[in-house]
């Protein structure tokens, strides 16, 4: 049997009524701590007793409670004999804190709601099984399971690869180009896509751009909601975008009102090369949020001393300079990963430019694609990614659960690379 991820009645009950607006809550709990939770994912719970929601809780940063636990001591007493829908299936085992089944068992909650197994193999079932042995009904909610799925991808690469979920993010004229033939790319897309692309950044762990764009475009790399105007902003409080095709739940989220999206946390800047004329006046040096990956064979020239006054040794003695083997390209997008996400890392953003991108293609490291397309014509310019093309058009690359909305002239197409499955990444 193909194991989706998705609970059948080997494990769970169907609800007795309509009682997803409860799930729903804790999706959007679960969406409020993504980036702060990493390499956890981030889960939403609801305690609900006679109807209303008494508690919530929301996963905190790795080490500390996880949102059932939050949940349960914000209910206190009133745990007792109450229900729970959260947005992954309760963890059965101790890592750096103890058991959310053995935490569920000793409140007294009578009920559990869940839409999804967890994908990490130590648990993928046995958290379920755990609270049906101790008397705990659990409810399976399938209208959520989709949602609940959509928040989870990012930790599904990261527990069964080690390494960080990538959105590769692009933005593109009608015919193609991503800039000038001079490089010149400012604006192809309008302001509401650009906004959207800000909202994506602040759930993300890091940034991924090549030494070409940084060398080009000087770029700050930073989420900055300020930049944009009133009128901007109210087409999003409106939510006033309609999305066709699968109707994904982060989606939906970056289209709408937003209250998540208040806070301002920057993710990490993620650098592949260093043009050599650039100064460390460059905006991505402002200050220590950033890491760079070098070759190899550039390890003695950059460590020398005389590097920009020794900056660059005092990146590496403080774990800021890598250096990835001098192999292919793809070798070096895996080994870089490898780092990533021995920091943790579960959700990253690919920003430019068009070799960096071909590599992490070719490695098949992008697990999805956000394109915004401008009805704008160059004629020539700069291309998408370089990268080695198949023979076929059948043997494209074909994205799963796509959506696509309109932003006020521009069309953002999402999509992901595979199926959402715990048998393969």
């Given amino acids: ?65 996880h949102a059932e636990v939050t949940a349960i001591k914000a209910a206190g007493e009133a745990a007792r004999g109450s229900e729970m829908y959260v947005t992954l299936e309760p963890c059965c085992h101790y890592g750096k804190t103890p058991p ?17 197994l967890d994908p990490n193999p130590r648990v993928s079932g046995q958290g379920v099984i755990a609270l049906k042995e101790a008397g705990v009904e659990v409810i399976f909610h399938s209208e959520c399971a989709g949602y609940a799925a959509d928040l989870i991808r990012p930790f599904k690469k990261y527990i069964l690869r080690k390494r960080p979920f990538v959105i590769m993010k692009l933005a593109i004229t009608l015919d193609g180009h991503t800039a000038t033939e001079q490089g010149d790319s400012k604006w192809i897309s309008n302001e509401y896509s650009r906004f959207v692309v800000h909202r994506m950044r602040s759930l993300c762990d890091g940034i991924i751009v090549g030494k070409n764009t940084i060398g080009a475009d000087d770029p700050s790399l930073t989420v900055r909601f300020g930049d944009f105007t009133d009128e901007v902003k109210e087409a999003f409080r409106k939510s006033a975008f309609t999305i066709s095709g699968s109707d994904n739940f982060i989606l939906q989220s ?38 760079i990956f070098e070759t190899e064979r550039n390890r003695q ?24 083997p001098d192999a292919s390209s793809s070798e070096q997008v895996s080994a870089a990963l490898d780092v990533l996400g021995q920091r943790g890392m579960l959700l990253t953003i690919l920003e430019g430019g068009a070799r960096l991108a071909g590599s992490f293609y070719d490695a098949g490291e992008i697990d999805q694609f956000v394109c915004f397309i401008a009805p704008k014509i160059l004629g020539g310019g700069r291309p998408v990614m370089i990268a080695k093309s ?21 069309l953002m197409v999402w999509g992901y690379a595979r199926e959402f499955n715990f048998e393969s990444f």
């Fill in 254 to 291: 970056l289209l709408g009102k937003g209250n998540v999206f208040s806070e301002v946390r920057n993710p990490l800047r993620v650098l592949f090369g260093l043009p050599e004329y650039m100064g460390r006046t460059a905006k991505v040096f402002r200050d220590a949020n950033y890491i």
């Fill in 1 to 65: 049997m193909k194991n989706t991820g998705f609970p059948d009645d080997r494990y769970c009950d169907v609800p007795e009524m309509n009682t997803d607006a409860f799930m729903k809550r804790a999706l959007e709990l679960a969406l409020c701590g993504m980036g702060k939770t990493s390499p956890n994912p981030s889960v939403g719970a609801v305690i609900v007793r006679d109807g209303n929601i008494i508690a919530e809780g929301i996963t905190k940063p790795c080490g500390f409670d």
């Fill in 301 to 324: 020239k950059l460590l020398d001393g005389h590097n920009d006054s020794g900056v660059l040794k005092k990146d590496y003695d403080e774990g800021r300079l890598f250096f990835l």
């Fill in 100 to 116: 959310c089944t053995r935490a569920i068992i000793e409140a007294g909650i009578r009920r559990v709601h869940i839409p999804l």
């Fill in 390 to 410: 198949p023979l076929k058009m059948a043997e494209s690359l074909q994205l799963k659960d796509a959506s696509a909305v309109m932003l006020r002239g521009n």
